[in-house]
């Protein structure tokens, strides 16, 4: 009789009394975002995600690096990646996927860092490089110049 009490509660949620299951809308949403977007505005427990490509077989990756977001107001939900079409062939690329959710009101800023084979050096798909400047210093006798620094992008997100 307790068990089936308990199911019963499971099955038909703690609403409000108003039709509603206790959940706001804004928790159960997960608002896919352009990489380009960085401005961003969230309500407190709304997910949001930003996606890129990135192809480990030509050293391009994307990281989640310092600034981070203040875990106060925003927290990292993780990474994820998939190829798209559900199979992952020799030499290609596959989306990665950042999700983040809201916490409470306030603004914070993080970066997301996008290596190249040419941008930086001494990393892998999990650890970034130790240093996010030019992956090569100037040459003296050659004349050469560092390989170019890696793409920063840094967002600014705003909690209501």
Known sequence: MLATAALLALA???GSGDGSTGTSSTTSRTTSLSVKDTSISAEPGERFTLTVDQNASTREYWYLVDPRPDSSVLVSRGRAADSGDGTTAPGSGHRLTFTFEAKA???TRFT???CT???CQGNTS???PATT???AEPSAT???SAAPAPERITYTVTVR
Do not use: N, Q, R
């Open 126 to 128: 999990t650890k970034p």
């Open 112 to 114: 997301l860092l996008h």
């Open 133 to 135: 400047g030019a992956s």
């Open 105 to 107: 009101k306030g603004t």
């Open 117 to 119: 084979f040419t941008t």
């Open 12 to 14: 038909t949620g703690c």
């Open 142 to 144: 050659t004349g050469a």
